[in-house]
């Protein structure tokens, strides 16, 4: 469980790894970004916005997850 920290959208200025599901998060690509102490450890990651929602959805963001080890949500294009 996260003791505190902050989650902001910024706009990747290079490539970065995506925490959820190991994907490179492109440069240019709006993404969530935490940074802050969770059960006691200091920590700064990464995510797609899509792996972010999937990730709160199933609650993995409140009680933990292994990094890399999940499935990167499917998108739907625009005009779908």
Known sequence: MSDF???RWPIARK???CEWCGVVIP???K???FAGRWDGE???WR???ECYHDASENKALADGFT???NE???VASEGD
Do not use: C, K, V
């Open 47 to 49: 995510m797609h916005s």
């Open 67 to 69: 990094p890399y080890e």
């Open 15 to 17: 490539d970065h790894r």
């Open 42 to 44: 200091w920590q700064n």
């Open 31 to 33: 993404h969530a970004q």
């Open 27 to 29: 440069a240019g690509t």
């Open 5 to 7: 920290g902050d989650t």
């Open 72 to 74: 990167r949500p499917i």
